[in-house]
């Protein structure tokens, strides 16, 4: 039976249900829901890849060349989801390089692995589930490091930087994007607030493990020093997503958040509609003359050495 209760946000994957989640929330079980969600929203990505990659490609293409990868290079690529920045850069290394991609969430890994052997480069690439906090790579064993829209969702920032510089050779370099503050990414963000009133539900928690976490590039930049990085170093980069109409884009935020499509599977048609309605109402100032959705968003791109 189906519950009378109001409905929460799309975002990319996490965010609504770590913006709800208690903070004192074991980290062990938040690591596992990170997992089933990731895995479970695996399948969306694989639908709507083309989409997102069509705007975020060249975030992929800047990490590449902050990290300095070239030709012959071993790079890891850290919560490569569905293989980017991974393939990519597979691309730049050529035959005698290697990129190692992790991920936690197997489900995603599979779609990246299916990826990487359509395009013919899956013998330069290889997939390994692996958690950040625990990198499972010998020291000093690679040339160059990249994450992209990844180290937000990591419990123990710390720690992760901590493991990015023991595994890369001294004066390697490691590049990473996060996003802007809410209001500068709409593409996750839009409509937010209104759905949380429709939901019933708190305010975003600050510091919660969800896409805006570390807008503020200062908690990022003491982290990669702390752990012993040099020449830290950001730059603001635009990311525009395009939608055809804006039943694509709702259709898009309901494919790649598992949170939000379980949500939804417990609401009546009527709070269903209203959901969906408020995420279409808020898109309005992005509609183009012919329909379509032109959004552009604020990333951040911050590069380091070991």
């Not at 197997?106 to 480069?121: D, H, I, K, Q, T």
């Not at 976490?213 to 950001?234: K, P």
Request: proline share 4%; hydrophobic share 45%; with cysteine.
């Amino acid at each position: 039976m189906k519950r009378e209760v109001q409905g929460q946000t799309g975002r990319e994957n996490d965010e609504e249900r770590n913006a709800m989640s208690d903070q004192s929330q074991p980290v062990s079980q938040l690591k596992q829901q990170q997992r089933v969600d990731w895995n479970a929203a695996a399948a969306g990505w694989k639908q709507w890849w083309n989409v997102f990659e069509r705007a975020a490609q060249h975030v992929s293409d800047r990490l590449i060349e902050l990290a300095d990868v070239r030709s012959g290079y071993r790079v890891a690529d850290l919560a490569t989801g569905i293989g980017e920045p991974a393939i990519s850069a597979a691309r730049r290394v050529g035959a005698g390089g290697r990129v190692v991609a992790f991920d936690h969430s197997s489900g995603m890994l599979a779609v990246a692995r299916e990826r990487a052997a359509a395009l013919g480069l899956d013998n330069l690439l290889e997939f390994h589930v692996g958690d950040i906090e625990a990198l499972e790579a010998d020291e000093h064993s690679f040339d160059a490091a990249l994450c992209r829209w990844g180290l937000m969702f990591v419990p123990d920032l710390d720690s992760a930087a901590r493991g990015i510089r023991r595994a890369l050779k001294p004066g390697a370099r490691f590049a990473t994007a996060v996003w802007s503050t809410p209001d500068k990414v709409p593409m996750i963000s839009l409509a937010g607030d209104a759905m949380r009133a429709l939901a019933g539900l708190p305010p975003r928690q600050a510091g919660a493990l969800d896409p805006f976490r570390l807008a503020d590039v200062s908690i990022l930049t003491r982290a990669l020093q702390a752990a012993g990085f040099s020449e830290v170093r950001s730059e603001p980069l635009e990311v525009v997503f395009e939608f055809a109409s804006t039943g694509e884009f709702t259709r898009f935020r309901e494919g790649v958040s598992a949170p939000l499509r379980a949500m939804l599977e417990q609401v009546t048609s009527e709070v269903r509609e209203k959901i969906m309605r408020a995420a279409a109402d808020a898109a309005a100032p992005f509609r183009r003359s012919d329909g379509s959705l032109r959004m552009p968003n604020l990333t951040i791109c911050v590069a380091a050495r070991a």
